[in-house]
Structures are given as structure tokens and as C-alpha cells.
């Protein structure tokens, strides 16, 4: 018996390692490969390409697709029907193959909006807030709310989701921060 809950109209492919106590929904396909953590919640109609990572307690809502080439950390969210990609210049004609997929990470605690798309080769940051419909067409710093076509930042927000003001102190959770090379960093508060 497994300890991870896959429905019945789930189809998953041999060498497919799931965590306990995950959820795959209804018509979910994961190709051979796939590695997905502990507690992870996979909606209606998501389908994860050969190979693909998927870290601990990751949100993967309904009618995504995260194709070879993608990698998401530990609590990620993925909203309903984004959009990953793996080729920056597809031909039908000219395939390439999965050995000239551009890599896409999506670092621990990122959330991508509802129909937001990630162009592939480019890394989103840690706790970064991709909006609903943006176009990540660069890397995303740690922490950087994105909006927009294409994505441009337009603040900062916390660990704990919410934007954060010009002295970058959560009001919620108190969390403080400070510029860094990849976005904000953490401080320890007196």
C-alpha cells in the first residue's frame, strides 16, 4: 500500500518516486523519472514531464503542465493554468530533443499566479510573486513581485505573501529585509 493518494484516473509511469501523503487528482499524467516531495497537492489535468523535480508541500493547481527541464523547490505554488515552457524556439519540423531544453528553476516558496507563464532557461527566486498573467521572460530575484508583459518588478513582498512598503518590515509577520545581490535578504530584527 502506498502512503500518497493518486485517483483512479491518474496515470503514472513506471520509476516514479511520490512522497507520502501527496494527492494526485483527477486525469494527472507523470511521465517516468518524476520525483515529487512530501505533502505535494497535484489538480485536475496536470501533467509532469519525464525526469522533472518537484520538492516538499508544492501546490500545483489545476491544468498545469511542468515539462522536463523544470524544477520546483520545496513550496512552491503554481496557480491555475500556467504556463511552463522548455524550448525558446520550437520547430515541428526541426525538433530538437530533451538535450537542448533550456532548465527553469523555481526556488523554495515561489508563488506564479493563475495564467502566468515562464518562459524556459530563467530562474525564479525564493518567496517571488509571479502575478496572475505576467510573462517571466528573465530571472526573478528572491522576493521581487512581477508584473506584467513582460514581467517587470514592481516591489518586494514577504515570506509570508504580502507587499511589502519602502522601510521592507512586513506589517503581519514583522519579518525584516534588506537589498542583497539576488533580491531581498532576511535581517534579524533587535
Same mark, same amino acid.
Given at each position: 500500500m502506498s502512503d500518497f493518494f493518486a485517483h483512479e484516473s491518474a496515470y503514472i509511469d513506471d520509476d516514479v518516486s511520490v512522497g507520502s501523503g501527496t494527492k494526485i487528482w483527477h486525469f494527472t499524467h507523470l511521465q517516468s523519472g518524476v520525483k515529487i516531495g512530501r505533502k505535494c497537492v497535484l489538480g485536475q489535468n496536470v501533467f509532469v514531464g519525464r525526469g522533472v523535480k518537484i520538492g516538499d508541500h508544492v501546490k500545483i493547481q489545476n491544468n498545469v503542465s511542468v515539462y522536463e527541464g523544470v524544477e520546483l523547490e520545496d513550496y512552491v505554488f503554481c496557480g491555475p493554468s500556467m504556463v511552463f515552457t522548455n524550448d525558446i524556439n520550437p520547430r515541428s519540423e526541426f525538433p530538437k530533443g530533451?538535450?537542448?531544453?533550456?532548465?527553469t528553476l523555481v526556488k523554495t516558496?515561489?508563488?506564479?499566479?493563475? $495564467?502566468?507563464?515562464?518562459?524556459?532557461? $530563467?530562474?525564479?527566486?525564493?518567496?517571488?510573486?509571479?502575478?496572475?498573467?505576467?510573462?517571466?521572460?528573465?530571472?526573478?530575484?528572491?522576493?521581487?513581485?512581477?508584473?506584467?508583459?513582460?514581467?517587470?518588478?514592481?516591489?518586494?513582498?514577504c515570506r509570508c505573501g504580502v507587499r511589502l512598503g519602502a522601510e521592507l518590515t512586513c506589517k503581519v509577520c514583522g519579518r525584516a529585509y534588506k537589498e542583497s545581490e539576488r533580491g531581498l535578504k532576511e535581517v534579524t530584527v533587535d
Open positions: 530533451s538535450a537542448n531544453f533550456k532548465k516558496g515561489a508563488t506564479i499566479g493563475a $495564467n502566468a507563464t515562464v518562459l524556459c532557461g $530563467n530562474t525564479v527566486g525564493a518567496y517571488a510573486l509571479i502575478s496572475a498573467g505576467a510573462v517571466v521572460t528573465s530571472d526573478v530575484p528572491d522576493h521581487a513581485l512581477m508584473i506584467g508583459v513582460p514581467a517587470k518588478r514592481q516591489g518586494w513582498i
